[in-house]
């Protein structure tokens, strides 16, 4: 199919209308077939349980032109069983995960024009979602879902590329123990925007979450999870039953372990020693890695030997080997590629 005429290398992370999206309705306990449909709107009751409630939640993953020129999705299904974890913590229906990926592959097949080339740096943004939306008044769930997947052709996440960011450690707290933090619930990052956006006012690219209960341990971003790597090239990533189970974190700790042979530890990790680590990255599928050169923590400035004009050498490496097993330059772990055509 012939490429759509956009300026692949130079997107940011935007939205871009594609012709196709795909659409599945839940309605007296089980889910429709699902179709493609052209229709970007979606018409609800004033009082779907979405608008009222805030009864959504979503994923997000990233289609691929590979070296040789295939279409590729990176572990769709670890998207679908996420997804399924957050619809069974918001009460929704869970959408099974075979027909997730199915549609998955549905989407990006009537958008291949979309999936920008091999080498252009830019991808194609998947993002399913499903909310409430029938009329729900009462505090209660909705009964009928719908369950939407679109494309959009994306740059890099943080603009600048590959620049280290500067963070601020957040006042606010962005999952409580027992919440949500865990599942990827569009409440999670509501609640975020006046911190993000109070971070970006004062200068900062992004706000560091702790741990809402001690504040005292490192728990994520808004939008990515975080990997540290010690002076002696350990790999290190915060363990917490309230931050997003990232499946780049999950990806990229097998990379170093099993393609670099580095040790790999998911510990708790103290704020107090964020200090004493000699790089720092964010990690997710928009983020891919981000690398992070300094941590403000009211007043005091963490910054880490990498610097703040390229990436350190270990988070360079993992992230060379995760995008070049992302784009084919490298074999994969088995079953970590899906091939749409
Ligand atoms: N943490 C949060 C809060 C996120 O929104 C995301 C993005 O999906 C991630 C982490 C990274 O997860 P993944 O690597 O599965 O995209
Ligand atoms: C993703 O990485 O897919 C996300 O959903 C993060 C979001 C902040 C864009």
């Known amino acids: ?14 939205y871009i209308q594609t012709e196709k999206r795909f659409v599945s309705n839940y309605k007296d306990g089980a889910w429709d077939e699902g179709v493609m449909t052209e229709d970007a709107t979606v018409v609800i009751s004033e009082c779907a349980g979405v608008l009222q409630y805030a009864q959504t939640i979503f994923e997000g993953m990233k289609a691929y032109t590979t070296e040789d020129g295939h279409i590729v999705v990176f572990r769709p299904d ?12 918001l009460q929704m229906p869970v959408f099974p995960e075979d027909k997730f990926v199915e549609a998955v592959v549905k989407t990006v097949e009537a958008n291949t024009a979309y999936v920008p080339p091999y080498g252009s740096g830019a991808s194609l943004y998947l993002r399913p979602y499903m909310f409430g939306s029938n009329p729900v008044i009462g505090v ?3 009964t009928e879902y719908q369950f939407r997947i679109f494309a959009t052709p994306v740059g890099p996440y943080f603009k600048g590329g590959v620049k280290p960011l500067t963070l601020k450690v957040s006042d606010y707290d962005r999952a409580a123990p027992n919440g949500t933090g865990h599942i990827k619930a569009g409440l999670n990052y509501a609640m975020s925007l006046h911190a993000i956006v109070t971070a970006h006012e004062e200068g900062y ?13 490192v728990e994520e971003t808004g939008g990515a999870n ?5 002076k002696d090239n350990k790999v290190v990533t915060p ?11 999950r990806s990229l700790m097998y990379v170093a372990k099993e393609y670099l042979g580095l040790e790999v530890e998911e510990r708790e990790v103290g704020i ?3 200090k004493d680590f000699a790089e720092c990255g964010l ?14 923590n009211h007043g005091e400035e963490i910054c880490f030997p990498s610097g703040m004009e390229k990436m350190g050498p270990i988070t360079q490496k993992l992230y060379d080997t995760l995008t070049g097993i992302q784009m084919g330059r490298m074999e994969a772990p088995e079953g970590w590629i899906k091939v749409i055509c």
């Open 283 to 296: 990690c997710g599928t928009a983020a891919v890695i981000s690398p992070v050169g300094k941590i403000v």
């Open 272 to 274: 107090d020693e964020v």
């Open 239 to 249: 363990k917490s039953d309230s931050i997003l189970p990232s499946i780049t974190r």
């Open 205 to 217: 690219d992004e706000n560091m979450y702790l741990d809402a209960a001690t504040r005292t341990k």
């Open 78 to 89: 670890l998207n679908a069983s996420r997804m399924a974890d957050s619809a069974r913590r």
């Open 226 to 230: 975080f990997l540290f790597v010690t």
């Open 140 to 142: 209660k769930p909705a």
């Open 1 to 14: 199919m012939e490429k759509k005429n956009i300026d692949w290398s130079n997107l940011g992370f935007g």
